[in-house]
């Protein structure tokens, strides 16, 4: 039998069964490489045509602005930021290999445009929804066009019903009562430092799971327990940040065909998410065909399951709607009680104008609360410095031009960045980095209304958020109820380096914000508003 070439047995076992990782490594390869290619030729036919009347980042052919962009990865919230101030528009054109063209604006009248005048331009867009939908999935924060609107008519009705509203103020305080003075007591009471970040991390996720799930996962008890539901939605969060903020996003989708590294992480993190959310759905649905209702009838999801509506659409709203207030209001509390210990004088027109409004009070309730102008006031300045949300995109349909002047193209990535519009002295003032809570008041001291395409933290236009006014009813009562009892000292001391603000899907602080804590003594406040 003549003999079978070497080159044939070299060439056969390649191809054997035991190779086929390798040629699906090479196969990724060749499609990476391709539609780089691909792209590189866009670029180039493409970028400058749009670029004669823009600002930002030094451009070079094909690599765009990718060697600055990588050089500021870290730090690019004031990369960005610097850059604004720089234009004479306030907006930048950022143009990179491995993205889509980013034009970012800190401009009022472009986000106005962009978010109310021609809304129906500037969708979230499908580059947006495959950031976010293996995690929110059809979710109202993931929906555009009518799959959105109908989601939105639907949770505005119920945001809007008396019930609920009462039903989250009697949550946040079971959870402040109960749970958060108690813990803080405890510390005060052993010397012993706490993380109020993950304090409040806490608290957002037991309320909101109460609010939207109608269940008491007890994150916040004394001892402090772990929750794999709450870190897988730590885990999700996080890693849907970074694939938005990588500096060539092929990687990312790679990394998730083949199922490895921080995808293969996010994938399980998903799946325990939508598994338990599921099965809350699927108890709550045996319990009405029983006979009963749907869960005590007064959460979220307890109202979506007695409409009639589809599993998936109850489990994906449900889990935006965790994601939404699992975090928007521990990151700005967070900073809030940061910023008190750096402004004792805030701090003392804060406990002042508790004196005032709770005198002869037993209880703190809804009318206090919107009596508290000056803590209202401190809360708005702290977002306007360290906004919850750094930055929100859209994507353009269509080819555009915004009231500035800087070209649109279809297919652009056009974002919003309160983080910036916050640091503007356009817009601010030349002490625009200077914490100042009476820029918010009026001189009859009322809270002055600013309009919210130049303070963007809760959206604008027919996005804004529906949760808004439930947000600072929560605010306002943890802020009260932690600030009237207790000094919160920095545990590093006075003078230590400034916390670092990180952007994720909701901002947070590096390392959490470690304190001491200390009894407040105010002869006229009670401790028994609680």
């Known amino acids: 039998m003549t003999a079978m070439p070497s080159s044939f047995f070299s060439f056969s076992s390649f191809f ?25 030729v866009t670029r180039i036919l493409t970028t400058f045509s749009y ?7 030094k451009m070079h052919p094909v690599v765009g602005c990718f060697v600055s962009f990588y050089q500021n990865r870290r730090r690019l919230l004031d990369w960005y930021t610097s850059l604004l101030a720089e234009s004479p528009t306030m907006t930048i054109v950022v143009s990179r290999i491995g993205a889509c063209r980013t034009v970012v604006t800190a401009d009022p009248a472009n986000v106005e445009y962009i978010l109310k005048s021609n809304f129906s331009n500037y969708p979230k867009g499908r580059p947006f929804t495959e950031l976010l939908g293996d995690f929110l999935g059809s979710g109202i924060f993931n929906a555009d066009g009518e799959l959105w609107l109908s989601q939105r008519k639907l949770a505005s009705h119920e945001f809007t019903t008396r019930s609920l509203k009462d039903f ?45 799930l109608g269940v008491d996962p007890g994150f916040l008890s004394a001892s402090l327990p772990a929750s794999e539901l709450a870190d ?78 589809r599993e998936e659409v109850i489990r994906d709203m449900a889990i935006s709607f965790v994601v939404a207030g699992r975090d928007t209001t521990s990151a700005a509390l967070t900073w809030f009680f940061y910023m008190m210990t750096c402004h004792p004088e805030a701090e003392a027109a804060v406990v002042e104008e508790m004196r005032r409004v709770t005198k002869g009070k037993e209880r703190l309730d809804y009318h ?50 309160p983080y910036g519009m916050g640091r503007m002295e356009r817009l601010w003032g030349e002490k625009w980095m200077r914490f100042d809570y ?10 002055a209304r600013v309009s919210p395409f130049k303070f963007a933290v809760f959206q604008a236009g027919p996005r804004v958020c529906l949760g808004k006014e439930m947000a600072f009813v929560q605010m306002k009562y943890i802020a009260a109820a932690v600030v009237g009892k207790f000094r919160l000292r920095p545990a590093a001391g006075e003078g230590g380096p400034a916390p670092v603000f990180v952007p994720q899907l909701t901002a947070h602080m590096a390392g959490g914000l470690r304190v001491a804590v200390e009894e407040r003594e105010v002869e006229s406040l009670k401790s028994t508003l609680l």
């Not at 989708?253 to 338990?276: D, T």
């Not at 300045?381 to 555009?400: F, H, Q």
Request: charged share 25%; proline share 3%.
């Open 438 to 447: 009476k820029r918010w008041l009026t001189a009859e001291g009322e809270v």
């Open 368 to 417: 206090a609360l919107k009596e508290m102008k000056v803590l209202e006031a401190c809360l708005c300045e702290t977002m306007r410095l360290y906004p919850p949300v750094a930055w929100d995109s859209k994507y353009a349909v269509a080819d555009d031009v915004l009231p500035d002047g800087t070209w649109i193209r279809g297919g652009d990535r056009v974002t919003y960045f």
């Open 232 to 309: 897988a939605f730590e885990t999700a969060s996080a890693i849907c940040a970074g694939r938005g903020s990588a500096p060539i996003s092929l990687i990312w989708k790679v990394k998730r065909f083949l199922r490895i590294g921080s995808e293969k992480r996010l994938h399980e993190a998903i799946n325990l998410i939508r598994e338990s959310i599921t099965r809350i759905v699927r108890l709550r649905r045996a319990q009405e065909e029983e006979g009963g209702v749907a869960g005590d009838g007064t959460d979220l999801l307890s109202r979506l399951i007695s409409a009639g509506h």
């Open 51 to 57: 670029s004669n009347n823009s600002y930002g980042p």
């Open 16 to 40: 054997s069964f035991s190779s086929l990782p390798s040629i699906g490594l090479l196969f990724c390869f060749l499609l990476s490489f391709f539609l780089l290619l691909h792209h590189f």
């Open 168 to 212: 989250a103020v009697v949550a946040v305080a079971a959870e402040t009562a109960d749970r958060l003075v108690p813990v803080l007591t405890s510390a005060r009471l052993a010397g012993r430092v706490v993380d109020m970040q993950d304090l409040l991390k806490r608290f957002a996720f037991d309320t909101i799971s109460r609010i939207a």
